[in-house]
């Protein structure tokens, strides 16, 4: 029996095909584009949606996760941010004021400190934050 050779294909073409033949016709790669980070996206929306997946296909969504994942630790940082900015955005999202957090943080005058930083949110506030505006009390810290 006659062995064919792999078909070699373009870095440029390689890049514009579909997700589904960079994955199938060729193992995933670092990504080195925003097109290649959509494709492999949507590669991997499409494993994940599969019924019945084989261990092929479980090893290779897990390889895109951490290529998706390591470009975009890189290419989309995000801001750290205080536990006060985050409670001031959802104040602010929600249409709420100081007096609406009151009961939830302590008094007023808490909560003006808090919000002034001359004050920390304690852990018991931050669960009561967590648990008021449906986020998880880690996004306080």
Do not use: C, W
């Not at 064919?4 to 199938?24: D, H, M, N, T, W």
């Not at 590669?43 to 261990?55: D, G, P, S, V, Y």
């Not at 390591?70 to 801001?79: G, S, T, W």
Request: no cysteine.
């Amino acid at each position: 029996m006659k062995k064919v050779p792999p078909v070699r294909i373009e870095p440029a073409i390689v890049e514009r095909l579909p997700a589904k033949y960079l994955v199938k016709e060729e193992a995933p790669k670092t990504i080195s584009s925003r097109e290649q980070h959509e494709a492999y996206i949507s590669r991997l929306l499409e494993l994940q949606r599969k019924a019945h997946r084989t261990a092929e296909v479980a090893e290779t969504a897990k390889l895109l996760i951490v290529l998706i994942a390591d470009y975009e630790a890189k290419h989309f940082a995000i801001e750290k941010v205080s536990g006060v900015e985050v409670l001031k955005e959802l104040m602010d999202t929600n249409g709420l004021r100081q007096k609406d957090l009151a009961e939830d943080l302590g008094g007023e005058s808490v909560v003006s400190l808090i919000l002034t930083q001359k004050r920390q949110l304690n852990r018991q506030q931050i669960e009561r934050l967590g648990r008021r505006f449906h986020v998880s009390p880690a996004v306080f810290f």
